[in-house]
Nanobody, 124 residues
Framework: QVQLVEFGGGLVQPGGSLRLSCATSGDIISFATMGWYRQAPGEQRELITSITRGGSTTYVDSVKGRFTVSRDKIKGTVYLDMNSLKPEDTAVYYC??????????????????WGQGTQVTVSS
């Protein structure tokens, strides 16, 4: 069964950096669009960045130029490098794997998987 496990969160001062990692099981990373979401207290979960099977990336405006998504297919791991962190980046960060219905059906996976989340707190 597919599992996503995030780690690397913690407390960091404003202006600091963190690297989040999302370890995946199976070969999901080869088939899915991998995304990083975050959810701040009292707010909805939002997609902040994603990387497709082909390696194309997207970023929400609030993190452009500061965050970078990458992946290592051999290690089955997706990374989120966060620089110039701000207090408003404080949230629980979630890893997501999303498959098209056709691909999910063909390889016998569910179309959507989530990790358990990791807390990032930016504070002095």
């Amino acid at each position: 069964q597919v599992q996503l496990v995030e780690f690397g969160g913690g407390l960091v001062q404003p202006g600091g950096s963190l690297r989040l990692s999302c370890a995946t099981s199976g070969d999901i990373i080869s088939f899915a669009t991998m995304g990083w979401y975050r959810q701040a207290p009292g707010e909805q979960r939002e997609l902040i960045t994603s990387i497709t099977r082909g390696g194309s990336t997207t970023y929400v405006d609030s993190v452009k130029g500061r965050f970078t998504v990458s992946r290592d297919k051999i290690k089955g791991t997706v990374y989120l490098d966060m620089n110039s962190l701000k207090p408003e980046d404080t949230a629980v960060y979630y890893c997501n794997a999303k498959l098209s219905p056709v691909v999910a059906r063909n390889i016998g996976y569910n179309p959507n998987y989530w990790g358990q989340g990791t807390q990032v707190t930016v504070s002095s």
